[in-house]
Structure formats: C-alpha cells, structure tokens
C-alpha cells in the first residue's frame, strides 16, 4: 500500500525559498502536491503524470519545480521567491486515475509559512 511522508517544511521571508520532500514506497500513475490554507479549498499545486506530463498551477508557474529523485524514492518540490500568499499546509497526495481525478492515498502535511 502506498504511504507517503513530507519534510521540509518552515517558515521563511518573502522571496525566499524553501524545498519539500516526499518519501513514497509506492509510486502511483498521479503523483501530486496539494496545499491548503485556512478557509481555502485545497488546491493542486504541482502533479506529474505517467512520469512525463506535468502541471504547475498558475499560482506558482515559474516559482516551483517538481522534481524526483527515483534512486531515492522521493519527490521534491522546489519552492523559490516564496510569497505571504503561498502559507499552507502543504501535502504530497498519490492517484490512481487522472491528476484531475480524486486522489485516493495522502501525506501527514508540512506546513509552510511565509511572512512579509
């Protein structure tokens, strides 16, 4: 069964950067980060497909990058000028359908704060 851990995690200024992990033991056909701020809905922020097709959301296309390291069985995601407006809880999220789909298996969260 899939299980999946984040790391990385903080509290930066605005314009830093900051990188997440996710350890999985299992990969899936959608691998994916959500975040989720207090009083938002939960949104996609970055997913790769089949390991080729990816997808950024507007919010932070140009600012992360998801990466992966399958030596390691991790993926990353590489957060650079880091805006107040990016603070959430940030979770790597594994599907077994179409990114657009639900996703069936969730990280514990990292919270990312970043101040002004």
């Known amino acids: 069964q899939v299980q999946l851990v984040e790391s990385g995690g903080g509290s930066v200024q605005a314009g830093g950067s900051l990188r997440l992990s996710c350890q999985y033991t299992?990969?899936?056909?959608?691998m994916a980060w959500f975040r989720q701020a207090p009083g938002k809905e939960r949104e996609r922020v970055a997913s790769?497909?089949?390991?080729?097709?990816?997808y950024y959301a507007d919010s932070v296309k140009g600012r992360f990058t998801f990466s992966q390291d399958n030596a390691k069985n991790t993926l990353y995601l590489q957060m650079n000028s880091l805006k107040p407006e990016d603070t959430a809880m940030y979770y790597c999220?594994?599907?077994?359908?179409?990114?657009?789909?639900?996703?069936?298996?969730w990280g514990q969260g990292t919270q990312v704060t970043v101040s002004s």
């Open positions: 790769v497909y089949a390991r080729a097709s990816t």
């Open positions: 999220a594994a599907g077994t359908s179409v990114c657009t789909g639900d996703f069936r298996y």
């Open positions: 299992y990969r899936t056909i959608c």
